[in-house]
């Protein structure tokens, strides 16, 4: 779908590509410009543009303000970050229609993601809206199958997959960074009226950013795969190859992949750059949530949709793996 900066340049023929880890995303458009967005832990998103280098010429990256148009508007509540839409393309990739506008992250029925996206490595989880191309009648939008590479040449990319599980870590990893980054604006925000102190009515306003990122990192509410899905076996190498292990042998970045994303139900992203930069106030809010949220005894039961015994490996992989944690945590 043309929802980028380069739309002249993307179609169904010449679909863009996007590349990511956990603090930055890369789009690749055949015959245009590098897009890069960089994920600063208290600016939020940073857009750049640069063309693609030839012949050894250092690239010059700009700064794009006009990228701010779509990723710091309602899609991402006011505050620079990261936007994933789900359309119908026409013919030539404009949208049709969008769907879950100003929502992202894990809880977004599968049912409603992927539209503008090709995905491959998930024929059997359906219904979704990628790999689907639209048309205008006079009964409505009337959609078609669009296989990948039916209309594009594979090989101008380095593999020639959109797999499913990649789009799964994208969606996820979004909605915590949005989820952050609003955290951090809201309390910056706050401080600075309070001259370094947060007010007494703003209790209302930190009590539901604490609740909403404990649920995030939770994986509270999130939708549940329909069938298991398999993963490109490359991609999940390069994903667990930077897992942080206890001694045990359990990490954040063990994939379940039957019902749901990951074995350890606690986001790998509160590792990232974007969360470790909280105020530390506000951090330490959190951690004790988690704290109550992961105890045993008594059981919380907001979170009793994680079985004790997931509880106490991700207790035990947070102690191991993560520093800064309150003592006695």
Known sequence: STTSLQ??????RTPRALYFNEDLYIGYVQGGRIEIVSIDPELGGIFYIFDIPRSGVRPVAERSERCMKCHADEDTHEVPGLAIKSVIPGPTGGTLESYRRTLT?????IADRFGGWHVTGADDLKPHWGNLIGRFTPEGIVTTPLPPGRQFDWSVFPVATSDILAH????????FVNRAVQAHYRIRTALEIGKGRLLPEDKAMVDRQVKELTHYLLFAGEAALPVPIAGDSLLKEEFLSTRRVTKAGNSLKDLDLESHLFRNRCSYMIYSTVFQSLPEGFKKLIYLRLAKALASSPSD???SYLPTTEK???KAILNETLPGLPENW
Request: charged letters at 15%.
């Open 168 to 175: 799964l870590l994208h969606e996820h990893q979004v909605g």
């Open 7 to 12: 739309l002249s340049l993307i179609s169904p």
């Open 105 to 109: 992250g894990h809880e977004i029925p």
């Open 312 to 314: 106490v490996r991700i």
């Open 301 to 303: 039961p907001e979170f």
